[in-house]
């Protein structure tokens, strides 16, 4: 963004006029920035700071010279500024006083001060230092009152500074002067531009944002790792980088994906910032005393990414016609400006939608940044690759914006070579007469007019230089005169074709070809990175130095190379492939005696193009053909295109390629993968189907195949087909994630798990792998300590995952550690306040633990968040309820209902609870709450709803139908799972259910536990103090306990030996209550025994076991032995070196062996219902559908194709 502009008196043409070279090499380097007059001048005069001075400058602002000079400063990458200095420019430069006045000259100094203000607040992006909130407001809204400039100067310079010229303008729409439809439109598209760059440059300043230094630390990252300046450093993270640039692209994609915006972002800024984030890093390595790479380097790497960013711009307007978005633009055009004008504070304004920016603004900016290199750049193949873009650039035009920025690059080439760039006249021509064949002369005569308007305008800018010259020369003869030739050391290759300069920088001289993938070594030669893997000794074939890893550049072109791989070939730098039985084969850099590929070496030259010269001494072992098919540029295309996510491109050039590879395993599989990213799986199962019966034992289609399987929903299949794969040596540690992921969908967790583990033992920090294990895990119930040991990990890979704390203190409070679980649900809430789910967790847990002030905090934090949380209403109403607040209680249960879905049961079933619980003492109301729920089809189904309305009967005294509830409870299905709410009931269940006799000899003398043992087959530990009343020292009351007693050996050895139970069903576990808080001693011991009338069975728990259960509080533990007699009898011995709990023992069956029980309290009716954990809550961001695609990896198919 270098080139400044002005505007000048012209008049419309009806052909394209000659470019005028009056002025030519008036352009500047860094190498030359610090030979600018007024700079020199300034370290004469002792200023030899740069803060000394911009200091200086900024006094003199009005003067262009001065304004001219200050912006070299600030865009040398090796000058450094205090931020105090940055900070008084900034100010400066946002002052719009010194526009108060009109000359020839004021729209070239609007644009010029633009860019000067853009170079500083480009500084402050890369400086360590923060802009405060008052500051950035002021400069932000000082950006209408330059908007205003902008359209009056433009006005008052289209009817002339003596008012004598009057033009029919109609600049933004605000005027029209009159209705001529041949208007000279002169609009300087480069001032709306940074206008609007200026704008979402500082919005994305703002304190609270952190996307903004996160993309700049990601993005330099990458960089480094992808050029090679850093080896290793992505690695170091669990990435893995590919080589080639689109892919690199791509990560850079999903970096920006990744990113998270507190506030919205105009959608062109962020691939706009890494493109700037890519330039500031590269220049400021090729300016640096080390020379961490050269400036030949660094312009080719950035060349790469221009040509790549536009190539995805020029794929969106691909199929259409010239102009195609011309009258979009101007729609658009129109309300952007309005919305600069009406820039509001900067506090407020751009936090609703996304701010409004032109159309194709990122295309007009790579090209600003091409002209910014040309300008600066002495190289004659960066003036042709910029070429060769701009021209790409004006042929596909969809509006003058484009048009406008690719014409002046164009002319700025004819002014730096006029003999190199003649053709450029020729060019403008053709585009005119396409213009006329393809849509009106109305389209030619507009471009005609904008065409000659740039080139007055071009020649205004050129003045600016060319004056610093002419004074240069004035100066005083003890400092160094420039003349033009010596200001600029240009290469003048006039008489060379721009093409061959090009396939110059880019042929490898092993292979004598332009490649598209190249490494420059440390000596500077350059090898292709495919030849380099070949060199049997890593040694440069031109030099013979050793090649040591570290010290290559990596440098792709993939996207230069595959725009002007035809003129490559047309003008034969590319030979047609020569058949070579073993042409991947690694060879010997060293062995030059190779006869027979001599003669290969000559029927290759036979093709080649007489105008290239090649030495006849050079062997075939560095000239290899490029013959496979990975190799082949349609190929690259392919791989291309699907990186760049254009599927529909991708499936039509390899559906075209097959019919030349009929027979190809490797083209139906990458097929395959394209109908896949289509979510064609109808298309993708038949070519892996073709593709399978051609390589039964080749790996790739099974594992593609699985994969889709897997998006199907169809599990099963996809384990078979991963199996498969696996068994015919795939190497992609992602299978098994892919197959665990399909075990934990259909519910198996343990296979999950194994399957996670292997995946984890290759990459221990793979995040998703990580977060499915330690949901697969809690799933398990027992296995609760396993799962935090996951989490710990993911919080020492990212210790700022708010989801992540959030899910830890879920699992504590299922572990009953609910002081603990705050600690992680405040940590999370620091990290994200506005998450709701974070806060109804915290608000149950105080809830939990009886701190009711702090339960309603927590939840008029949600509703001050979210007015119509209705779950934040019903956990209110049952606080205040708690705290005997009835009146506060009756008043959120009104809340509640306006907001509750009548169409979700869970909710109705919350509504009812907390009706009965406001109406315990009124039978009319409890009444019509029974009538209510007994509308509810299948509530046979549904066990919430009938523990709501066993009660009701039971406030009811309604004998018979509490005994069909009961009934109903006992015959679901499941019914285990709800044993710890019967203590919800115990009242009814011994009045009003008539009891079998049992066994006095069993202790049992309380009506509710002989009801549970009969019923339930549930024996209370309670029952023993009846039997031995030595036992009494050890019984203690617990709430937690369903008959509100439980024993506790308090930390001495016991032994409890129950007497003979019975029980009536065939094959079953034995599963005790235990609450183990306390291990006192490593050589604890928790001994069961199980007897019969023909042996004795024991199972015994050693310290390394009761680590297991240690503080989960209380907890169902399953004994791991199957029982088949009627009468058992069993017995428990502890050794005295652990605090604990005994509750009871029952027969029957859990999923797992440890199953925790959390106590809820007769109001949170089964909780986790109501409020899930975070994999439930937040699945499409745990169970993240974008990481779960990314396991399958295009690089990942190619490496495995053979």
């Known amino acids: 963004m270098d080139n400044s502009s002005s505007q000048s008196e012209s008049s419309s043409s009806n052909s394209a006029q000659p470019i005028n070279n009056s002025i030519s090499n008036k352009t500047t380097s860094y190498e030359n920035i610090s030979n600018n007059i ?91 230092m ?142 706009w910032r890494i493109m700037l984030i890519i330039q500031h890093n590269l220049f400021t390595w090729s300016e640096n005393p080390e020379m961490i790479i050269s400036n030949k380097f660094s312009e080719l790497v950035l060349m790469e990414y221009f040509w790549s960013f536009l190539e995805r711009e020029w794929i969106n307007v691909t199929n259409k016609s010239i102009l195609d978005s011309q009258t979009k633009f101007d729609e658009v055009s129109n309300k952007v400006a309005k919305a600069l004008k009406n820039t509001g504070s900067f506090l407020n304004d751009l936090a609703g939608n996304e701010p409004l920016a032109l159309p194709h603004i990122l295309w007009f900016g790579i090209l600003d940044l091409a002209q910014n290199l040309v300008q600066k750049s002495t190289r004659t193949s960066t003036y042709g690759l910029c070429y060769y873009l701009a021209i790409e650039s004006l042929n596909k035009a969809p509006s003058s914006f484009i048009q406008f920025k690719a014409v002046e690059i164009l002319l700025h080439l004819h002014n730096i070579n006029s003999q190199m760039f003649s053709m450029i006249d020729d060019d403008f021509d053709q585009y005119i007469k396409k213009l006329n064949e393809n849509k009106s002369t109305d ?98 074939s031109e030099c013979r130095e050793k090649i040591e890893e570290d010290d290559i550049r990596y440098l792709s072109q993939n996207s230069i190379y595959k725009y002007l791989y035809t003129k490559f070939s047309e003008s034969g730098h590319i030979l047609p492939s020569i058949e070579l039985e073993n042409s991947d084969q690694i060879y010997d850099s060293d062995n030059s005696d190779n006869s027979e590929a001599d003669l290969i070496l000559i029927k290759k030259k036979n ?90 034992k080749e790996p790739i289609a099974y594992l593609i195949c699985g994969e889709i399987f897997f998006w199907q929903g169809d599990y099963d299949k996809a384990v078979d087909n991963l199996k498969i794969s696996i068994n015919y040596k795939v190497k992609i540690n992602n299978s098994y994630i892919i197959i665990g992921n399909s075990y934990l969908f259909k519910g198996y967790y343990y296979y999950s798990i194994e ?160 009706e009965y619980l406001l109406n315990k003492n009124n039978s009319t109301e409890l009444n019509n709450i029974l009538t209510k729920i007994n509308q509810i089809s299948n509530i046979k189904g549904n066990k919430l709803l009938l523990l709501i309305r066993c009660k009701i009967h039971m406030e009811l005294k309604m004998h018979h139908e509490i005994k069909i509830d009961l009934d109903l409870l006992y015959l679901s299905k499941g019914y285990f799972e709800y044993i710890s709410y019967f203590y919800f009931l115990q009242e009814c269940i011994v009045d009003f259910w008539p009891l079998s006799v049992v066994n006095n000899k069993l202790g049992i003398v309380n009506g509710f536990s002989k009801h549970m043992y009969e019923k339930s087959l549930v024996y209370f530990m309670s029952n023993l103090v009846n039997l031995d009343n030595q036992l009494h020292q050890f019984q203690e009351n617990d709430i937690n306990s369903l008959s509100e007693k439980v024993i506790n050996p308090k930390n001495e050895k016991l032994y409890l030996n129950l007497p003979i139970l019975n029980k009536h069903i065939y094959n079953f576990k034995i599963i005790w ?130």
């Open 1073 to 1202: 209550k235990i609450n183990v808080k306390e291990i006192l001693h490593k050589e604890c011991l928790i001994k069961f025994i199980i007897k019969n009338d023909s042996e004795q069975q024991e199972h015994i728990l050693k310290h390394e076991d009761v680590l297991k259960i240690v503080g989960l509080g209380w907890i169902e533990y399953q004994l791991p032995i199957n029982i088949y007699e009627c009468e058992i009898q069993l017995s428990i011995e502890i050794n005295g070196s652990i605090n604990m709990q005994i509750d009871y023992v029952r027969f029957g069956s859990n999923n797992e062996m440890i199953t925790c029980i959390p106590n809820m309290g007769d109001l949170l009716l089964d909780f986790h219902k109501i409020c899930p954990n975070v994999p439930e809550t937040f699945k499409d961001k745990y169970f993240s559908r974008i990481e779960m695609e990314n396991l399958l990896e295009l690089k990942d198919i190619i490496n495995n194709l053979k």
């Open 130 to 271: 923060r802009l405060s909130k008052d500051l950035r407001n002021r400069i932000y809204n000082s950006l209408p009152k330059f908007v205003e400039i902008h359209r009056k100067t433009t006005q008052i310079m289209q009817e002339g500074i003596d008012n004598k010229y009057i033009s029919d303008f109609n600049q933004f729409n605000h005027r029209q002067i009159n209705n001529d439809d041949d208007s000279i439109k002169k609009r300087n598209y480069n001032i709306d531009f940074l206008l609007i760059h200026l704008r979402d440059t500082l919005h994305s300043l703002r304190d609270d944002e952190t996307w903004f230094q996160e993309i700049i630390r990601r993005t330099k990252n990458l960089l480094k790792a992808a050029l090679n300046i850093t080896p290793g450093i992505l690695l170091i993270a669990g990435v893995a980088l590919p080589n080639d640039n689109s892919s690199i692209l791509l990560m850079l994609t999903q970096i920006r994906e990744s990113l998270s915006f507190k506030y919205p972002v105009a959608s062109y800024y962020v691939d």
């Open 38 to 128: 007024i700079l020199l001048k300034l370290e004469e005069d002792g200023f030899t700071t740069p803060d000394g001075k911009a200091k200086e400058l900024i006094k003199e602002l009005s003067e262009i010279k001065y304004l001219y000079a200050l912006k070299l400063l600030f865009e040398n990458p090796l000058n450094r500024f205090t931020p105090k200095v940055l900070r008084d420019s900034l100010v400066t430069l946002a002052d719009p006083k010194p526009f108060d006045y009109y000359d020839i000259q004021s729209v070239t100094r609007l644009e010029l001060h633009l860019r000067t203000w853009v170079a500083v607040l480009e500084k402050i992006c890369f400086t360590q």
């Open 607 to 696: 093709f080649m193009n007489p105008t290239i010269k090649l030495n006849s001494n050079i062997s075939l072992s560095s000239i290899l053909s490029r013959n496979s098919k990975k190799q082949h540029p349609t190929y690259q295309n392919i791989i291309n295109e699907i990186n760049e996510k254009h599927y529909k491109k991708a499936e039509s050039l390899c559906k075209e390629f097959l019919n030349f590879f009929p027979k190809s395993y490797s083209l139906r599989c990458i097929l395959a993968y394209i109908y896949r990213c289509l979510k064609n799986y109808k298309q993708a199962h038949f070519y892996l189907k073709e593709a399978i019966n051609l390589k039964p």
């Open 443 to 540: 389209f030619s005569e507009k471009f005609q007019n904008l065409l000659l308007f740039i080139k007055e305008k071009y020649l205004e800018d050129l003045k600016i230089l060319g004056n610093d010259i002419e004074n240069e020369k004035k100066g005083k003869g003890k400092r160094k005169s420039l003349n033009q030739n010596s200001y600029l050391k240009r290469e003048q290759t006039s008489s060379s074709n721009i093409i061959d300069i090009i396939a110059n920088e880019m042929t490898c001289p092993v292979s004598s070809e332009p490649e598209d993938q190249l490494c420059i070594l440390k000596c500077q030669h350059t090898l292709s990175l495919n030849n380099l893997k070949k060199l049997k000794q890593k040694i440069c």
């Open 755 to 914: 399957n996670y583990n292997i995946a984890l033992e290759n990459n221990p920090n793979n995040y998703s792998c990580l977060k499915n294990s330690a949901y697969s895990y809690e799933k398990r119930r027992g296995y609760l300590v396993e799962a935090l040991k996951i989490l710990d990990k993911l919080l020492n890979i990212n210790m700022n995952d708010s989801l992540i704390l959030c899910y830890y203190g879920e699992i504590l409070c299922n572990m009953e550690q609910y002081n603990k679980a705050i600690l992680y649900f405040t940590k999370a809430n620091i990290i994200d306040p506005e998450n709701t789910h974070n806060l109804n967790k915290r608000a149950i847990a105080y809830y939990i633990l009886q701190d009711y002030d702090k339960v309603l905090l927590d939840l008029d934090k949600i509703i001050q968040l979210d007015p119509l949380n209705s779950l934040a209403h019903y956990f209110r109403s049952l606080t205040y309820y708690t705290k005997k607040d009835i009146n506060n209680a009756v008043i959120e249960f009104k809340k509640y209902k306006e907001l509750f879905d009548f169409n979700d049961i869970l909710s109705k079933t919350q509504l009812f609870h907390l």
